[in-house]
Structure formats: structure tokens, C-alpha cells
């Protein structure tokens, strides 16, 4: 559902690249880049999730193209990126949001008890490394990537602009969650490198610190199937002063803003968080 900007960004002529542009999060991205006026392209591992999404907006009468690009597959990004390149000018926005979590990167117990080991239960010593580098991969190579990529279209370029999305996880890891932290971390690290190198080359580079937002990664922990709050979602709950979840609209004033010069020209290497107060409360 297009739901309208809460303040004018003209972002006319300008091309938005978003990746996971099938998802929750970034098809509202998409949508609000759109509304902003700018040509959006919609790339996202499912193509018809990305497709849906284009369509909406197209419906709407906005200029929107999706394609299937994998965040971890070089030579299909490139590929994408050439067919942007000719069919709508160079990137000059790029929104890394594909990423999430998957049970093959977490531990089922929360706190290692060596007396008490119940061998159903997958522990640290249990983790498939495989499933952990998948994890951190995704989040965190699947941002590099497409950076590696999309950029080169906007060096020397004015008022480019790179926003990436991070997580709480960043800033206090999660229980359970040990390949998604690293990688979310190592997102918000990568943010502040980038911001610095590509200072002096006409690009920004921030990212947001989403606090927690039901979407299509996290409903399995957070809701059972009858729609009430799992024992995960209500010890969440209480870590949020907002004594809420959040409403995927009230992340979009955080985007725009980044992406405005006017209002965030001088504002480069920062990791927002958008989160109800949860990086703030200390518990007490
Ligand atoms: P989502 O599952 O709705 O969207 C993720 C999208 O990424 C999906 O469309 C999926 O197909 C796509 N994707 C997965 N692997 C891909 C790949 N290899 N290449 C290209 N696309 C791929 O989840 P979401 O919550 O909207 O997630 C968006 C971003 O926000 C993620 O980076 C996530 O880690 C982050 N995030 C979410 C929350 C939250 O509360 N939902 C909080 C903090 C951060």
C-alpha cells in the first residue's frame, strides 16, 4: 500500500536503485522514492515480489522497473546495472536493503548453561559455519556488493547518496542472533568507512537502525498463526519504550531526510536509529 511522504522531497530526474525491493520494508522505500519523483528500480532475489511492487507503483503513475538481482552474484548485478545504466542513466541513489535473518545463523538457547545442556537445543558449539557465513553474507558482503557496483555511477557526481539499513542488532546484539549482529554490525562499521572514503567524491553515505517492524523475516518469531504476540515479541515489547512495535510509514521521514541535501547535506556517516527508544532504555 502507497502511503503518502510526510514531507515534499523533489528527487526529479534522479535514479533510485533499492535491492530487496520485494520486501516489506524497501517496496515502502520504493514507494516513497517514487512519490519523491525519482525513476525507481526495484531489484530483489524474487522477481515476481519485485515485480508486484514495480506494478503498484506503475498503477499509480509513478516510473518504476523491477529486475532479479542477486545482492551476493556479481556478474547478474552488473548485468542489471548495465540494463539501468541504458534504460534510465546512471544510479545516483542507492538503498542496500536486501537482507534478514535465517535459523541456520542462530542458537536455540539464550544463555549457555554447561549443567544444564539439553542436547535438543542448538548451542553455540552446534552452529553450522555454514549457515552463519549465509547469514552474514547476505547482510553484510550483499551491501559491499551492490555498493561495489551502483557507485561507480555516482563518483563526482553531486548529491549521490548511499543508504544502508542496519539493525538494533548493531548496537547491542540480540540473544540468539550471533550471524545477524556481526553482519548488521559490520554493516553499521561499513557505513562510517564509506561515508569517509567516498567524502571527497560527491557521495553520502548513512543507514538506518530499524527498531522492530513485523515483516515477512521476523513474523514467524514474533506472531503465532492466530496473530497473537509470541513470548519473544512480548520480552521485545518490553524493551520498547513506545510499548510498540513500529509502523513501517514511520521510517520514511528517516530516509527522506537522509537523502535531502537541503536538510542533511552536512550529514555523513551516521546510522539513525528508528526504533521507539529501544537503543536508549536500559531496561530500568
Ligand atoms: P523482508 O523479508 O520483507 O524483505 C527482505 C527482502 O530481501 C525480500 O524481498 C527478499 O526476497 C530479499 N532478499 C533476500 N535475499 C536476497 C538476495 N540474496 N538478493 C536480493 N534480495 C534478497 O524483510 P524486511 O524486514 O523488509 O527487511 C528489509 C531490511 O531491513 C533487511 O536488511 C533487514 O535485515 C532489515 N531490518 C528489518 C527489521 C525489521 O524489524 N523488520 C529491523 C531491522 C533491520
Redesign the pocket.
Known amino acids: 500500500m502507497l502511503t503518502p511522504n510526510p514531507f515534499p522531497l523533489d528527487l526529479g530526474g534522479r535514479t533510485a536503485v533499492v535491492?530487496?525491493?520485494?520486501?516489506?520494508?524497501?517496496s515502502h522505500f520504493a514507494g516513497a522514492l517514487a512519490q519523491a519523483h525519482a525513476t525507481v528500480c526495484l531489484?530483489?532475489?524474487?522477481l515476481p515480489?519485485a515485480q508486484a511492487a514495480a506494478d503498484a507503483l506503475t498503477a499509480a503513475g509513478y516510473r518504476a522497473y523491477a529486475y532479479r538481482?542477486?545482492?551476493?552474484d556479481k556478474a547478474q548485478l552488473e548485468s542489471v546495472h548495465a540494463q539501468i545504466l541504458a534504460a534510465h542513466g546512471p544510479c545516483s541513489i542507492l538503498i542496500n536493503?536486501?537482507?534478514?535473518?535465517h535459523p541456520d545463523g542462530n542458537t536455540e538457547d539464550e544463555y549457555f548453561r554447561p549443567e544444564a545442556v539439553e542436547p535438543a537445543l542448538k548451542t553455540f558449539f552446534q552452529l553450522d559455519l555454514n549457515g552463519f557465513r549465509r547469514v552474514f553474507d547476505?547482510?553484510f558482503i550483499?551491501t559491499v556488493l551492490p555498493t561495489q557496483i551502483f557507485s561507480a555511477d555516482m563518483t563526482g557526481r553531486k548529491d549521490s547518496c548511499i543508504v544502508n539499513?542496519?539493525?538494533?542488532n548493531a548496537i547491542r546484539p540480540l540473544t540468539k542472533l550471533p550471524a545477524y549482529s556481526a553482519a548488521?554490525s559490520a554493516v553499521s562499521n561499513f557505513t562510517q568507512w564509506l561515508a569517509v572514503y567516498f567524502s571527497r567524491a560527491g557521495i553520502r553515505v548513512n543507514a538506518i537502525?530499524?527498531?522492530?517492524?513485523?515483516?515477512?523475516?521476523?513474523r514467524p518469531n514474533l506472531l503465532h498463526a492466530d496473530g497473537s504476540l509470541t513470548p519473544r515479541a512480548e520480552k521485545i515489547l518490553s524493551g520498547i519504550p513506545a510499548g510498540r512495535f513500529g509502523d513501517i510509514s514511520e521510517l520514511t521521514g528517516a530516509l527522506l531526510f537522509l537523502l535531502s541535501p537541503q536538510a542533511a547535506g552536512y550529514v555523513n556517516g551516521v546510522v539513525l536509529p528508528v526504533d521507539g527508544g529501544f537503543s536508549a532504555y536500559a531496561g530500568v
Open positions: 535491492t530487496g525491493a520485494g520486501g516489506i520494508m524497501c531489484l530483489d532475489i524474487n515480489a538481482a542477486d545482492v551476493l536493503g536486501a537482507g534478514g535473518n547476505l547482510n550483499g539499513i542496519s539493525s538494533m548488521k537502525a530499524p527498531g522492530f517492524f513485523i515483516t515477512n523475516q521476523n
